[in-house]
DNA sequence: ATTAGCACTCTATCCCACCGAGTGCCAACA
DNA sequence: TGTTGGCACTCGGTGGGATAGAGTGCTAAT
């Protein structure tokens, strides 16, 4: 992309100017504006390359113009500069994310909560990949004949547990015998590299009859496939209609559509996690429009930044809003509301 | 309401016909779609009385008339038949509920995310209130120093859990202890009957040095509390878009944002089961309009059923609608899918 | 008690004219 | 070659005015 100097910032003004008045903007208003050293002539010639190159595009023929996704991503990627938050809003959110609470899946809740609550946007936060992560302790305790509750402590502090079934005649002591040697041989495995041959070779020692033990053992294998399953948290979706960018109700419909299955957020998420391999930047995920592949979003933008449980075991958070958001704003909003997880989340390691 | 035959019929047909079509009903369209052997002035004098009596309403002076909450409410009381659903419609839900789920919770937000496809509304479902049951097993695990988890089940066949911070020194053997102990006093109890003191004086026999014990039936009881603790799932939000009476969003956006704070709408579903008390009728909540208390809702009509997962522990089921619904229809299908849930939860008991 | 007839009311819709912001282009200028 | 002033043109948005249509209330007759 060469774009000498005033272009650059004839972009960065139309991006600036749009996003904060909702409204096409022309040469005349932008000169207004700025102190741009030329004239509104000047200015129309250099946002006619601009609309050349695919970075502005107009409504119709006789509007101002607006940013095009590529613009936007020019803007993002070369032009905006991002400042830390001021002490004010960083207290806030200091203040907002609680850390009294006894368990990580609500110190995530909360922190997505916040960033709703300060962005005004759609925030969402992924459960932390667990896989990395290992097994610490392993509980089987019986509930009543017929139904058991297995017990994971993991070594990212989670815990996590699932009533599963279990062939009635099973005494108290065949269970605990069988939740003792799976804990004994599996007690420091990544959950990623536990498959349900090294469990059922885990058990082999007791003695408890061939077709019960078997059942367990896959009871046991299902909890801990279970426990590293993914879960998504969304907050904040009905700020969508307060934004202007989706009065048409149309749009709005699409996209609260879309994001009522979370599962497929949860995917997308997912798949932008595994994009990033080549990742140049700095744990931020940024995808503009048309970017994003899910129904309804065309006119948004989607940003994450990733946290850490451990160094091992992460998680994204993030942000839906639209295209037309203060960019650089909402990026120091996700980080330091990231940071500030990061930071509560050591209590629990 | 002292209403003859044929006013009670023409109430009958203005919501039948404002229901289906949207549209304010005149006297002459009444005529034209109902078999009523006047002419459309005697209508008009009806509609006029029953106008004086409240139960309809014209948005302007020349418009057709529309049901009042007062003449939904009639309607509802005393009007409308109720009818079973048809055998596709009864399979349609019996097989959206799964049954294979493992746990009371997942089978409840299944059955409420069935009702909102159904019924194409928001729903929502409160989970068991589970005060009247009691403690069949209470277990303490040691997580790590100064950790521990609580592990209750419930005679509902319902297992409950909580993280909670014990002292550093205590040992694996004094959580034992005090453990057995409390599960040894308070098995049988029903959970409002659980107090501090109970709890306190249940974990007395151990050997376990005054504070640290102090500490951690503290928390024990903590965790019983928490473990009735009432969960509200929502589902379907999105769906209140795809009404044609929530298109103005202004109202699309207040109904959203009050269904946000979940808390409050549990608070009130709760308010509504305890004023309850001198129910006459089946089980059924119906709230229209106005009479409800939460804002914007005004324009909305709210429906519950109570399912029970035993006799004394029961929770609610409905939908949250526009005023402007098949009441029956409607009614039929959460009664239906509470009969299913019903059913569903012997298996957990 | 019911009905036909009539004057009246009010909304929704369409049409049209006009305003204004903005553009593209051209010719002139530094 | 880059910059500027000028100008004709475009197009969406706004507001007024006319019209159609559905519905009402009232009155007088049955």
Redesign the pocket.
């Known amino acids: 992309m060469q774009l000498d100097n005033?272009k650059k910032e004839v972009l960065h003004a139309i991006v600036d100017d749009y996003v904060s008045t909702n409204?096409?903007?022309?040469?005349?208003?932008l000169i207004e504006r700025h102190n741009f050293?030329?004239?509104?002539?000047?200015l129309?010639?250099d946002?006619?390359e601009l609309?050349h190159l695919g970075l502005i595009e107009?409504?119709?023929?006789?509007?101002?113009?607006i940013p095009s996704d590529k613009g936007y991503r020019e803007y993002v990627n070369s032009l905006m500069t991002i400042e830390e938050l001021s002490p004010r809003e960083q207290l806030e959110i200091e203040k907002r994310i609680d850390s009294s609470v006894d368990e990580v899946t609500d110190l995530i809740k909360n922190a997505t909560h916040t960033l709703s609550e300060t962005t005004g946007f759609v925030s969402l936060a992924m459960s932390p990949r667990l896989k990395k992560s290992f097994l610490k302790q392993l509980k089987i305790l019986m509930i009543e004949p017929g139904k058991a509750l297995v017990v994971m402590v993991l070594s990212a502090g989670v815990v996590k547990d699932k009533v599963v079934r279990i062939p009635n005649f099973l005494s108290d002591e065949q269970i605990m015998k069988i939740s003792g040697a799976i804990e004994k041989n599996l007690t420091g495995k990544p959950l990623d590299e536990i498959t349900l041959v090294t469990v059922e070779t885990a058990g082999k020692g007791t003695e408890v009859p061939e077709p019960l033990l078997k059942q367990v053992l896959y009871e046991a294998y299902a909890a801990i496939k279970q426990a590293d399953e993914l879960n998504i948290y969304l907050d904040g979706e009905h700020r969508i209609l307060e934004l202007p960018d989706f009065s048409s109700l149309g749009r709005a419909r699409d996209l609260l559509g879309t994001l009522s299955d979370s599962g497929m957020v949860a995917g997308y998420v997912n798949e932008m996690e595994n994009a990033r391999e080549h990742g140049t930047d700095d744990s931020f995920m940024i995808r503009i429009g048309q970017e994003i592949t899910l129904e309804g979003l065309d006119d948004c933008s989607f940003i994450t930044a990733t946290y850490n449980l451990t160094d091992s075991v992460s998680g994204n958070i993030g942000v839906i809003g639209p295209k037309r958001m203060l960019y650089s704003k909402v990026i120091s909003q996700i980080d330091f509301v990231k940071k500030k997880l990061n930071k509560e989340m050591q209590r629990f390691t």
Chains 1, 2 share one sequence.
């Open positions: 005033r409204e096409p903007v022309g040469s005349k208003s050293q030329v004239s509104s002539a000047t129309r010639n946002m006619a609309e107009k409504p119709h023929t006789s509007a101002g113009r």
